[in-house]
Antibody, heavy 120, light 106 residues
Framework: QVQLVQSGAEVRKTGASVKVSCKTS????????IHWVRQAPGQGLEWMGW????????NYAQKFEGWVTMTRDTSITTVYMDLDSLKPDDTAVYYC?????????????WGRGTTVTVSS | SYEVTQPLSVSVALGQTARITCEGN??????VHWYQKRPGQAPVLVIY???NRPSGIPERFSGSNSGHTATLTVSTAQAGDEAHYYC?????????FGGGTMLTVL
């Protein structure tokens, strides 16, 4: 079955960076975009951007331009989300999600989330 | 930037029908997707492209979209449907989520 398995929880200090991985399996890796979405405590869902695993191209939300980087390693069907210059406001659960077959912008399978905690 | 607005909360009696709205300028011209989000769990896609149910989603979940309002309808509401629901569109080169609606089943 389709699975997205994310790396474990991270704790960082303000100004540091974090890299979250998302290992995919159960489908053809290059056929589906991967989105990254975060949810801060008590807040709603916030889209960060997507990566096209086939070409490696990306599309970042304007808010994250310049401080998020999404990459992939096709040999191990894994995508990565790198966020730098962290602030306490970046404390959140970070999810990777597969784009649905019927629509690039719907997300049909999600990872369980990675909690990132940023302390000052 | 494009914005979509959801009510903060909707309540429904057990077994009755709940309707959660998602308002946006001419949202009827866009594809709307809906997610169910329970605390401590990943979101689940319940409706895509306005009216379509992914496999495994009960028929009690349905959607519509016209004019400036998209609607998620939960029929015969059950206790297990209590969750936050988020609408989502693609607009101006970005994914946009609504702020989320807490559905309470009384």
């Amino acid at each position: 079955q389709v699975q997205l398995v994310q790396s474990g929880a991270e704790v960082r200090k303000t100004g540091a960076s974090v890299k979250v991985s998302c290992k995919t399996s159960g489908y053809t890796f290059i056929d589906h975009y991967i989105h990254w979405v975060r949810q801060a405590p008590g807040q709603g869902l916030e889209w960060m951007g997507w990566i096209n695993p086939k070409a490696g191209t990306t599309n970042y939300a304007q808010k994250f331009e310049g401080w998020v980087t999404m990459t992939r390693d096709t040999s191990i069907t894994t995508v990565y989300m790198d966020l730098d210059s962290l602030k306490p406001d970046d404390t959140a659960v970070y999810y990777c999600a597969r784009a649905a077959p019927a629509d690039y912008y719907a997300m049909d399978v999600w990872g369980r989330g990675t909690t990132v905690t940023v302390s000052s | 930037s494009y914005e979509v607005t959801q009510p903060l909360s909707v309540s429904v009696a057990l077994g009755q029908t709940a309707r959660i709205t998602c308002e946006g300028n001419n949202i009827g011209s866009k594809d709307v997707h809906w997610y169910q989000k329970r605390p401590g769990q990943a979101p689940v896609l319940v409706i895509y492209r306005d009216t379509n149910r992914p496999s495994g989603i009960p028929e009690r979940f349905s959607g519509s979209n016209s004019g400036h309002t998209a609607t998620l309808t939960v029929s015969t509401a059950q206790a297990g449907d209590e969750a936050h629901y988020y609408c989502q569109v693609w607009a101006i080169n970005a994914v946009v989520f609504g702020g989320g609606t807490m559905l309470t089943v009384l």
